[in-house]
């Protein structure tokens, strides 16, 4: 039996892609759970807004201030972790569609053909991915992700501590 692919075998090949296709696939997740993070700042945020602004009248004014700012930066930070963002202007990134919005069917369907016929260009291109999925998306959307946190934990810790000293 003779072997059809004389060049390079086919076991690094696929650890290869078996690789890429594994960082691709944790970078989504990560997207994902960063999106429900946001969305969950939002909601505590949006919740310790309406229940402030219910209860103004039993709140001393700098509490009920810090819990109004607070509550509002955090939802302003959750709203920009989940706004997406721009691509890379005059690169085609053939596996993000904000990068491939402007160019025809065919140009597309070219494109992508050339990008499988050449398994350098191919692996370029997941790499590419990969890398402004963790460097443009991922790294800007967990900083304004642990801000929306720390705008929320400061708000209730500071509500917290100037409601007790109220007591005193």
Known sequence: ?????????VLPRLLASNALRANLTKHMV???M???KASMILTASSLMLTISVTQYEKLDLPTFAVLMITGGLAILFSIFAIIPVLHVKGVL???YFRSFEQVSEEEFKTAFKEILADKEKLYDAYLRE??????HRLTYK????????????FGLATAAVLTSLRFF
Not at 1 to 9: A, I, K, T, V, Y
Not at 142 to 153: E, F, P, S
Request: proline share 3%; glycine share 8%; charged share 15%.
């Open 93 to 95: 990134n053939l596996f």
């Open 1 to 9: 039996m003779e072997q059809q692919n004389l060049g390079e075998p």
């Open 30 to 32: 990560l997207n994902q």
């Open 34 to 36: 960063a999106d429900h």
């Open 142 to 153: 967990y900083i304004w992700i642990r801000n929306g946190l720390w705008a929320l934990l």
């Open 130 to 135: 990969i890398y402004y999925l963790g460097k």
